[in-house]
């Protein structure tokens, strides 16, 4: 095996915590690619304006956000993160399960807003518990964690892809003129930004056509398996009431999943160092409070700063990218063909998951700051060349590639970089969660205004 004896005999200690949370991380890469391919589908089930509908995704993203704030609340015993977990899972299932049903487009930006909410828990919890498990060893599981979201997100639209309507999926006198404009649309849309669609004339009423529903039901039945194993680890740790047979307290089960025993420690100074970790970790409101800044010093508040900066950008580029890529691509100067230019979303997000993959080993080999120095600069020298190769379709085609590649580990990378340095005892994945979560909103409002001239002058800026 390409890693050491001590981090593979923690792994199969936490082999079960550790593929759980993995398996989580799944459901939330499921969830957040989905909505993109398949919104005008939904617009026709829910008989609403381009306009109206686009709101979705505003509901989604905003409580996404809430919830990686709000998801550091349960962190405090294994059994509040373990429960909040089983019912974020099991809530995204239900959402899927639920959305053919939403015929009204407020009700499904309602269900969304849940599965928002539901991903963020997720999106902290998960990363959070993780840490506290391996602690300076987490970088090459955070690595793995991270793969599960993309192949999560990859996977979802595939999943759609057969259910989609081809032509316009509400008959009406309008239908003809409006479908030769459906292809345009729909990659507009892919993975999760709306664009400028307010010039598309689509039928609201008619009779609905859409076999979409089908695609939901799969990504449900996907991913139930899912919450199953957050109530097997539960029912291992014996916290199901209803199983429970002895009555030992929580804090020893929060013992054991965040189990940390360096080589050069014996057992006696872990478990002195464990109230610690659990200490260090909290939601982003108890971060906040002035008590936690008495004595920091700078270097503290400079840490916390620079990783949620660092993430609030390369995140936010994520969104951003993936979602106006087609439309940059499609316009002048470039002037790609519809059918090329919808290749690309799909391959910005090939290579980041190949690059998450690729990861795993090397963040075995190589440091968190390494990885991340790489990154940035990477990601800074991709945009300079697209920026000097503005008309070549073939470079614009290999800086995608490149841009999936260095983004695709700087996340993981530079959490686990900051939680090292501050020695586990700052806010660190709630601040750095938070923070990617807003440049998220952020850039993609920014950028939104105008997609070809908005994309240059961001690149500039970066460069």
Same mark, same amino acid.
């Given at each position: 095996?390409?890693w050491?004896?001590?981090?593979?005999?923690?792994f199969?200690r936490n082999?079960?915590?550790?593929?759980?949370?993995?398996?989580?991380?799944?459901?939330?890469?499921?969830?957040?690619?989905?909505?993109?391919?398949?919104?005008?589908?939904?617009?026709?089930?829910?008989?609403?304006?381009?306009?109206?509908?686009t709101?979705?995704?505003?509901?989604?993203?905003?409580?996404?956000?809430?919830?990686?704030?709000?998801?550091?609340?349960?962190?405090?015993?294994?059994?509040?993160s373990?429960f909040?977990?089983?019912?974020?899972?099991?809530?995204?299932?239900?959402?899927?399960?639920?959305?053919?049903?939403?015929?009204?487009?407020v009700?499904?930006?309602?269900?969304?807003?849940?599965?928002?909410?539901?991903?963020?828990?997720?999106?902290?919890i998960?990363?959070?518990?993780?840490?506290?498990?391996?602690?300076?060893?987490?970088?090459?599981?955070?690595?793995a964690?991270?793969f599960?979201?993309?192949?999560?997100?990859?996977?979802?639209?595939?999943?759609?892809?057969?259910?989609?309507?081809?032509?316009?999926?509400?008959l009406?006198?309008?239908?003809a003129?409006?479908?030769s404009?459906?292809?345009?649309?729909?990659?507009?849309?892919?993975?999760?930004?709306?664009?400028?669609?307010s010039?598309y004339d689509?039928?609201?009423?008619g009779?609905?056509v859409?076999?979409?529903?089908?695609?939901?039901?799969?990504?449900?039945?996907?991913n139930?398996?899912?919450?199953?194993?957050?109530?097997f680890l539960?029912?291992?740790?014996?916290?199901?009431?209803?199983?429970?047979?002895?009555?030992?307290?929580?804090?020893s089960?929060?013992?054991?999943?965040?189990e940390?025993?360096?080589?050069?420690?014996?057992?006696?100074?872990?478990?002195?160092?464990?109230?610690?970790?659990?200490?260090?970790h909290?939601?982003?409101?108890?971060?906040?409070?002035?008590?936690?800044?008495r004595?920091?010093?700078?270097?503290?508040?400079?840490?916390?700063?620079?990783?949620?900066?660092?993430?609030?950008?390369?995140?936010?580029?994520?969104?951003?990218?993936s979602?106006?890529?087609?439309?940059?691509?499609?316009?002048?100067?470039?002037?790609?063909?519809?059918?090329v230019?919808?290749?690309?979303?799909?391959?910005?997000?090939?290579?980041?998951?190949?690059?998450?993959?690729?990861?795993?080993?090397?963040?075995?080999?190589?440091?968190p700051?390494?990885m991340?120095?790489?990154?940035?600069?990477?990601?800074?020298?991709?945009?300079?060349?697209?920026?000097?190769?503005?008309?070549?379709?073939?470079?614009?085609?290999? !800086?995608?590639?490149? $841009?999936? &590649?260095?983004?695709? /580990?700087?996340? *993981?990378?530079? =959490?686990?970089?900051?939680?090292d340095? %501050?020695?586990?005892?700052?806010?660190?994945?709630?601040?750095?969660v938070t923070?990617?979560?807003? !440049?998220?909103m952020? $850039?993609? &409002?920014?950028?939104? /205004?105008?997609? *070809?001239?908005? =994309?240059?002058?961001?690149?500039c800026? %970066?460069?």
């Amino acid at each position: 095996m390409w890693w050491d004896e001590r981090v593979s005999a923690r792994f199969q200690r936490n082999l079960q915590p550790t593929l759980t949370y993995w398996s989580v991380f799944f459901s939330f890469g499921l969830c957040i690619a989905f909505l993109g391919p398949t919104l005008l589908d939904l617009r026709c089930q829910t008989q609403s304006s381009l306009s109206q509908i686009t709101w979705v995704f505003f509901s989604q993203q905003f409580c996404l956000l809430l919830g990686s704030c709000l998801g550091g609340v349960f962190k405090r015993t294994l059994a509040q993160s373990l429960f909040a977990l089983f019912a974020s899972s099991l809530a995204i299932s239900l959402v899927f399960a639920i959305i053919p049903l939403c015929h009204n487009v407020v009700v499904l930006a309602v269900v969304m807003a849940v599965a928002g909410l539901a991903m963020g828990c997720i999106d902290t919890i998960s990363n959070m518990q993780l840490v506290k498990i391996y602690q300076k060893d987490s970088a090459i599981f955070l690595q793995a964690l991270h793969f599960f979201v993309g192949f999560g997100a990859l996977l979802s639209p595939l999943i759609a892809d057969p259910f989609l309507s081809d032509t316009n999926c509400i008959l009406s006198n309008a239908t003809a003129n409006a479908s030769s404009n459906l292809p345009h649309i729909r990659k507009s849309l892919v993975p999760h930004h709306p664009g400028n669609l307010s010039h598309y004339d689509l039928p609201m009423k008619g009779m609905v056509v859409t076999h979409v529903s089908y695609a939901f039901w799969i990504m449900a039945l996907i991913n139930l398996p899912v919450p199953i194993a957050v109530f097997f680890l539960l029912y291992k740790e014996r916290m199901v009431p209803c199983f429970n047979s002895s009555s030992h307290p929580l804090l020893s089960a929060d013992e054991l999943a965040m189990e940390t025993r360096p080589a050069e420690k014996d057992d006696l100074s872990t478990t002195v160092q464990r109230p610690q970790v659990a200490r260090g970790h909290d939601d982003l409101f108890s971060c906040c409070q002035s008590k936690n800044f008495r004595g920091a010093s700078y270097t503290y508040f400079a840490v916390h700063i620079t990783g949620a900066l660092v993430l609030f950008m390369t995140d936010g580029i994520v969104g951003e990218y993936s979602g106006f890529i087609y439309s940059y691509a499609v316009e002048e100067p470039l002037s790609v063909v519809h059918k090329v230019a919808g290749y690309l979303p799909s391959l910005f997000w090939g290579f980041i998951t190949l690059g998450r993959l690729i990861s795993i080993p090397v963040s075995y080999r190589m440091k968190p700051a390494t990885m991340v120095f790489i990154n940035v600069v990477g990601v800074l020298v991709t945009f300079l060349l697209l920026l000097i190769f503005s008309y070549s379709v073939v470079f614009l085609f290999v !800086g995608t590639a490149c $841009l999936g &590649l260095f983004l695709s /580990s700087t996340f *993981p990378s530079m =959490l686990a970089y900051t939680e090292d340095i %501050l020695q586990y005892k700052g806010c660190a994945t709630t601040v750095l969660v938070t923070g990617a979560g807003i !440049g998220e909103m952020v $850039l993609q &409002l920014l950028v939104g /205004s105008d997609v *070809p001239q908005a =994309l240059i002058r961001y690149g500039c800026c %970066l460069a």
